[in-house]
C-alpha cells in the first residue's frame, strides 16, 4: 500500500511548505497530497518538490474550470520536468457557485466538461512527448494550434505526467474510470464499504468504455484517521474528525457515503440546522457509532493493523496526516513503513 502525508492546514504559508515536504519525506512517504484551498497548488507543488529528492507531490485537488487546459498541461509538464517524473496532477470540478462567483468562470455539465477537460490535456501531452498534431475539439474546449516556440522538449523517460481524479457522483466516477490514471476519494467517501460496494463498479463501468479491465483503475483513500501514543491523543483526534464531518456532512454532495450506510437522515438534519443557524445543535448528529464506521481510530502501534484489514484489496494507497506533536515522528515513521510493507 502507497502511503501518502497531506496538507492539513489550508492556511498554511507558503513558506512552511519546504519543511513539511521535507518531514514526509523524512518519515518515509510515498508522496504528498497538496490540497487547493487558499494557496494555489502548482505554487505549493513547486516549492514541495524543489526541496524534496524521492518525495512524489499530487494535487488533490486542482480546481481544473478555473483554468484552461493548455496552462494547466504547461504548469504540469514544467513540475514534472523539474522533478524528474515526481509530481502527479490531480484534477476536481469544484461546485457550481464557487466557479462562476468565486472564480467568475463559465460553468457547464461537470462530468462531460472534465471529459473534455482530460481529453484536451491528453491530447497536449500527446502532442508535446509524441509529435502528434494538436487536433482536440470537443464542446467544451478546441485546441488546434501548437507553434514549435511554444512546444517544450519531451519529458526524460517517455512518461507524461498521470492524471488523477477526485470523483464522488456516479457520472464523475464513471468519467474518472474512463480517462484517469488514479482516483483520490474525499474524507467524506472513503469508508472501504462505500469504496468497495459504489465507487469500485462506477469506476470498472467507466472503464469499460475504453476497454479497460475491472480494477484498473487505482484509488487512493482518503478517510479521516485518529491516532496518537497514547488513548487520550486518539480521542481528541476523534473530537475533531467528528467536528469537521458535521460541517461537511450538512453540504448534500457529501451525503452518498451517508446514504450507502442507512444514515440519510442525518444529512438532511444537519442542512436544515445549518440553514437555521443552530450550529450548537449540529454537534450531536455525527454519533459515535458512526465514527467508528467514518473514522479509523487507534493508537501508534495498532492503527496500521486496523488500516490495512479495512482498506486491503479496497484501495492501493491511503492519505494519513501528520502528527502535531514532531517528537511522535519515529513512531509514525513505523506506522507508515507498515503500511507500506
Not at 2 to 26: F, G, T
Not at 201 to 209: Q, T
Request: hydrophobic letters at 45%; glycine letters at 10%.
Amino acid at each position: 500500500m502507497h502511503v501518502y502525508a497531506s496538507v492539513d492546514d489550508p492556511q498554511m504559508s507558503l513558506r512552511d511548505v519546504p519543511a513539511h515536504a521535507q518531514r514526509a519525506e523524512r518519515l518515509g512517504f510515498d508522496g504528498l497530497i497538496v490540497p487547493e484551498v487558499v494557496n494555489d497548488a502548482v505554487l505549493t507543488s513547486l516549492l514541495a518538490l524543489e526541496h524534496t529528492t524521492t518525495l512524489r507531490v499530487l494535487t488533490g485537488v486542482v480546481i481544473a474550470f478555473a483554468r484552461s487546459p493548455m496552462v494547466l498541461a504547461q504548469q504540469a509538464w514544467g513540475l514534472a520536468e523539474m522533478s524528474g517524473g515526481r509530481f502527479e496532477l490531480g484534477l476536481g470540478p469544484q461546485v457550481k457557485g464557487n466557479i462562476e462567483k468565486r472564480f467568475g468562470m463559465t460553468w457547464s455539465a461537470p462530468a462531460a466538461r472534465m471529459r473534455d477537460y482530460v481529453g484536451a490535456m491528453r491530447a497536449v501531452f500527446d502532442c508535446w512527448q509524441n509529435d502528434a498534431p494538436l487536433q482536440f475539439e470537443s464542446e467544451s474546449y478546441t485546441l488546434t494550434r501548437m507553434q514549435p516556440f511554444f512546444k517544450p522538449a519531451p519529458l526524460a523517460g517517455g512518461v507524461t505526467p498521470p492524471i488523477i481524479m477526485g470523483a464522488i457522483g456516479p457520472r464523475m466516477c464513471e468519467v474518472a474510470g474512463e480517462l484517469a490514471d488514479r482516483v483520490i476519494g474525499h474524507p467524506t467517501n472513503s469508508t472501504p464499504e462505500y469504496l468497495r460496494d459504489v465507487m469500485r463498479p462506477r469506476l470498472d463501468a467507466g472503464g469499460a468504455r475504453s476497454g479497460r479491465p475491472a480494477g484498473s483503475v487505482d484509488l487512493i483513500a482518503n478517510p479521516m484517521i485518529a491516532t496518537g501514543p497514547d488513548d487520550a491523543a486518539v480521542a481528541e483526534e476523534r473530537e475533531a474528525a467528528r467536528q469537521v464531518l458535521t460541517f461537511t456532512y450538512s453540504t448534500p454532495a457529501y451525503w452518498a457515503t451517508l446514504e450507502h450506510h442507512g444514515w440519510g437522515d442525518v444529512g438532511r438534519q444537519l442542512l436544515e440546522k445549518t440553514r437555521s443557524g443552530d450550529w450548537a445543535g449540529m454537534n450531536t448528529l455525527v454519533t459515535d457509532e458512526m465514527l467508528e464506521v467514518l473514522v479509523p481510530a487507534a493508537c501508534h502501534d495498532e492503527i496500521a493493523s486496523l488500516v490495512r484489514a479495512r482498506y486491503d484489496g479496497v484501495a492501493g494507497g491511503i492519505s494519513l496526516r501528520m502528527p502535531q506533536d514532531a517528537g511522535q515522528d519515529t513512531a509514525f515513521a513505523a506506522v507508515v513503513a507498515s503500511l507500506q510493507s
